[in-house]
């Protein structure tokens, strides 16, 4: 197990309420836990992973800043945490991202595009969330999921529920919600 070096908690007000946050650096990557004061027994949890083109940019090729948006108003209103996966481009790097946005712009879909950079579909690890959850103390939580991957993923972590991030898709991103439903499994 990496060394995992944890921040103080802060407080940080935002448009969906009043949140607690704390970073976790694990090497060079930093993640974020932003959670409510009062945390229920059985919290509500979304582990976000990062997409700068859509959570801070407002790109709507994918479905990312929104369901950033819509865990952030959950969770403000049913008490939890988000968790903040610093794993941009599903661990391929902004650079890369951004080749692959270009390979998608020539026709290829986001899991082609990954595969044409000599990348899997998806190369994410999840071990930081378990570890996060276990700093807070987290055994059972609600999941705001629709990635079979992450519910997989939490093994000393039980999931009593699985809630789902529907997203309208729109014309830019229909057939990267299609992709990610028939080809990674996603549960849309």
Do not use: W
């Not at 908690?9 to 448009?15: E, F």
């Amino acid at each position: 197990m990496k060394r995992i070096e944890i921040s103080e908690v802060a407080t940080l007000p935002t448009r969906y309420g009043t949140f607690k946050i704390q970073a976790f650096r694990e090497g060079c990557k930093e993640h974020l836990a932003l959670f409510t004061e009062a945390m229920p027994k059985v919290p509500v949890v979304r582990v976000h992973s990062e997409c700068l083109t859509g959570d801070a940019l407002g790109s709507i090729k994918c479905d990312c800043g929104e369901q950033l948006h819509a865990a952030m108003e959950i969770i403000a209103r049913e008490g939890g945490m988000l968790i903040y996966h610093r794993q941009e481009g599903r661990n391929i790097g902004l650079l890369n991202k951004v080749n692959a946005y270009a390979l998608q712009d020539r026709g290829y879909d986001t899991v082609e595009a990954n595969h044409q950079l000599g990348f899997a579909a998806d190369e994410r690890t999840y071990e930081i969330v378990e570890t996060i959850l276990e700093h807070f103390g987290v055994r059972k939580l609600k999941l705001l999921t629709n990635n079979p991957k992450k519910i997989e993923s939490l093994k000393s972590i039980e999931i009593v529920e699985r809630i789902p991030l529907k997203i309208v898709p729109n014309p830019h991103n229909e057939g990267y919600l299609r992709v990610k439903k028939e080809q990674m499994g996603h549960l849309l």
